[in-house]
């Protein structure tokens, strides 16, 4: 009897949670100071992914994402340091341009500039 009654009353509190009436709220941005709208949609979508309110606006966000240490925000080891990968000048041996690749050019295999490389291949 005991455990039909918890279960109800937890029932009851995540049906309560899903019932909430959200309203939009302007947030002050913790880095830059200013205002920004967190719509009654957006905290719903927070609400059901567990997340909490955020403390930055957009544009931090999105800058703080860019410049962060991980490879711009993409999470384990794939796309982590991409930027500082050194590059070589070579010439595409299709069409004759000049480009950059991030390996070093073997003098026996040809390479190719991106546009020849995705017609080609």
């Excluded at 959200?22 to 957006?42: G, L, R, T």
């Amino acid at each position: 009897m005991l455990g039909k009654l918890v279960s109800k009353e937890k029932g009851k509190e995540i049906q309560k949670m899903y019932d909430q009436n959200f309203q939009d709220k302007d947030i002050q941005c913790v880095e830059c100071s200013a205002s920004f709208n967190f719509s009654a949609d957006d905290q719903d979508f927070y609400n059901q992914k567990g997340y909490s309110s955020p403390k930055r606006c957009p544009v931090c966000r999105a800058n703080r994402k860019a410049n962060s240490q991980r490879g711009g925000g993409s999470r384990g080891g794939f796309g982590g340091g991409r930027q500082n990968k050194p590059q070589f000048d070579v010439v595409c041996s299709a069409c004759g341009c000049e480009t950059t690749v991030p390996f070093e050019p073997k003098n026996d295999r040809p390479v190719y500039c991106s546009d020849c490389y995705r017609n080609n291949y």
